[in-house]
C-alpha cells in the first residue's frame, strides 16, 4: 500500500475511482444479455422443442435466483480478497453458460446453464456494484446507478446483432459467439479491477440524506426491520420488471405488434425491436439519473416518483398496447423508472449500514430479485388462463404499494434507526458505541 514520507496511508488519485467505474460499467454491459437478451430466444427455443413458455421461462427464474441468492457468498470473497479473482471467475462461467444453452435438448440442461449463469452473473453484477459504493460512498446513488446502467442499457447494442443472428443462423449460434465473446471480455476487464488503497471518508453532503455514523455486519443487518422494509419493497418492484422483461417477446406477440414496423427518430425496426433496444437505452439512463435525483432529494421521495410513474406507465400499456407505438414508448417509460431500483437500494443500504461491508450488505438485499423472480413463470400460467390484463394489475397494484410504502413506512422507519446510532445495534454487548466507532469510522 502506498505511504507518504510520514508513513502514512495515501489515498488514490482522483482518476483512480473514475476508472473503477468505467471498468465496472463494461463488466456490467457484458452480463446484460444474460436477463435482458433471454426473452429473444424464449419463442425460438419453443418453436424448437415445444416445451411450453412457462416451462421454458422457469429457466429465467433458476437463473435470477442463483444470481441474486448466492450475491452474499460472492461478496463475502471480494471483502476479503479484492473483487480481481471473483468477476475473472464470473467471466468464464457466463461464457460456458451460454455454451450450454447453445447445446441443451431438454429442460434439464436448461437449467443447469441458468444455474452456472447465475454464479456467473452474480459474481460480477455484486462485486461491480459493492466496488463502487467503496469508490464512491459521499455519491453513493449516482455511483450505483452508473453502474447498474451496464447492467440496464448493456444489451441495448446488442438486441438487433443478437435477433439478427437468430433468425439467420438459429438461437444456438447467438447463445455460442454472444457468449463466448460476453465471457471474454469480462476476464481481460477483471484484471484491471481492484479495491480502494484506503477507505474513503464518508461526506454528509445533505440532510435529505441520513447517513449511519457506524458501519453495521451483515449479522446485524438482517436483525433490523428496516433491512426487512427496504427488502419487501425490492420485492414488489423487481417482481413487476422481471416478469415484463421476461415476457415482453410474449405480449408483443399477443397483443400482435411483434412484427409491425415502426419509425422513430429516423429509424424503422420491427415494434418489439424497437422496444427491447430502447427499452435497455431508458432502463440504462434511468438507473444513474434517478440515483444522482435521490443524491439530491432524497431516497423514499425518488422512489415515489418512481413507483408511481412505473404504475402509470403500466395503465397505458394496459390500455391501448396494441397500437405499436403507445407499446414503444409505454415499455420504455416504464423500463426507464424500473431500473432505479438498482442503484437506489444498494445507496439506501450504503446510507443505512456503512460503507466497511457495503458489498455484503446490498448483496443480501439484492437477494430480494432473486425472490421477485418466482412471479416471472407465475405470470405466464395468469396470462395463458386469464390474459395480459391480470398481469398488468398484479404490477400496477405492487408499484402503487410499493411507493405508499417508501414514503410513508420505510422514510420515517429509516430516521428513527439512524437517530439512535450505534445503540441500537444488536452486537453492542459484545462490544461499546465507541469501540464501535473507532473501529467503523470511514
Known amino acids: 500500500m502506498a505511504t ?6 495515501r489515498q488514490d488519485p482522483p482518476s483512480a475511482k473514475w476508472r473503477q467505474l468505467a471498468f465496472g460499467v463494461l463488466c456490467m454491459a457484458m452480463i446484460a444479455n444474460l436477463q435482458y437478451g433471454w426473452t429473444l430466444f424464449v419463442d425460438p427455443i419453443d418453436a424448437k422443442f415445444h416445451w411450453g413458455r412457462a416451462a421454458i ?7 435470477v435466483a442463483t444470481e441474486t441468492w448466492l450475491v ?3 461478496a463475502w470473497f471480494v471483502d476479503r ?6 468477476v475473472c471467475f464470473g467471466g468464464v462461467m457466463i461464457a460456458l453458460a451460454w455454451l450450454i444453452n447453445s447445446q441443451a435438448s431438454s429442460l434439464w440442461m436448461l437449467y443447469g446453464a441458468a444455474v452456472v449463469g447465475g454464479i456467473g452473473a452474480g459474481s460480477v453484477y455484486g462485486t461491480c456494484v459493492g466496488n463502487a459504493l467503496k469508490w464512491f460512498p459521499h455519491r453513493r446513488g449516482l455511483a450505483a446507478g452508473a453502474t447498474a446502467a451496464g447492467f440496464g442499457a448493456g444489451a441495448a447494442v446488442t438486441v438487433v446483432p443478437i435477433a439478427k443472428m437468430i433468425a439467420s443462423s438459429g438461437y444456438q449460434d447467438a447463445f455460442l459467439y454472444f457468449g463466448l465473446g460476453q465471457g471474454a471480455i469480462v476476464v481481460l476487464l477483471s484484471f484491471l479491477l481492484r479495491k480502494p488503497s484506503v477507505a474513503v471518508p464518508m461526506q454528509r453532503k445533505s440532510l435529505r440524506l441520513p447517513q449511519t455514523k457506524v458501519d453495521r455486519t451483515p449479522r446485524e443487518v438482517v436483525r ?3 433491512f426487512w422494509v427496504m427488502y ?3 420485492v414488489m418492484v423487481a417482481s413487476g420488471g422481471l416478469m415484463a422483461a421476461a415476457q415482453i417477446a410474449p405480449i408483443a406477440h399477443d397483443f400482435k405488434v411483434a412484427d409491425v414496423p415502426v419509425s422513430l427518430f429516423g429509424l424503422q425496426m420491427a415494434a418489439l425491436t424497437f422496444a427491447i433496444s430502447l427499452d435497455r437505452i431508458f ?3 434511468g438507473r444513474p439519473f434517478f440515483g444522482f435525483v435521490s443524491d439530491t432529494i432524497g431516497r423514499e421521495n425518488t422512489m415515489f416518483i418512481a413507483f408511481a410513474t412505473a404504475a402509470a406507465a403500466i395503465v397505458l400499456l394496459l390500455s391501448y398496447g396494441t397500437n405499436p407505438l403507445v407499446f414503444v414508448f409505454s415499455t420504455a417509460i416504464y423500463f426507464g423508472v424500473f431500473g432505479e431500483i438498482y442503484s437506489l437500494f444498494p445507496a439506501t443500504c ?7 461491508f457495503a458489498t455484503t450488505n446490498a448483496g443480501l438485499l439484492y437477494t430480494a430479485k432473486g425472490t421477485a423472480s418466482f412471479l416471472v413463470p407465475v405470470a405466464s400460467v395468469i396470462s395463458a388462463t386469464y390474459g395480459w390484463s391480470a398481469v398488468f394489475s398484479i404490477i400496477i397494484g405492487l408499484n402503487v404499494a410499493a411507493a405508499a410504502l417508501a414514503m410513508f413506512v420505510l422514510r420515517p422507519m429509516r430516521a428513527r434507526y439512524l437517530a439512535q446510532g450505534p445503540a441500537l445495534a444488536p452486537d453492542t454487548m459484545e462490544e461499546s458505541g465507541p469501540a464501535r466507532l473507532a473501529r467503523t469510522s470511514v
Not at 507518504?4 to 496511508?9: A, M, R
Not at 480478497?81 to 471473483?86: A, K, M, Q
Open 72 to 74: 452474499p457468498v460472492e
Open 81 to 86: 480478497y479484492g473483487p480481481r479473482i471473483v
Open 224 to 226: 433490523t426491520p428496516v
Open 57 to 63: 421461462q422457469f429457466a429465467f427464474t433458476i437463473f
Open 232 to 234: 419487501a419493497i425490492f
Open 4 to 9: 507518504t514520507d510520514t508513513g502514512t496511508e
Open 350 to 356: 450504503g446510507d443505512t449500514f456503512g460503507s466497511t
Open 283 to 285: 432502463d440504462g439512463f
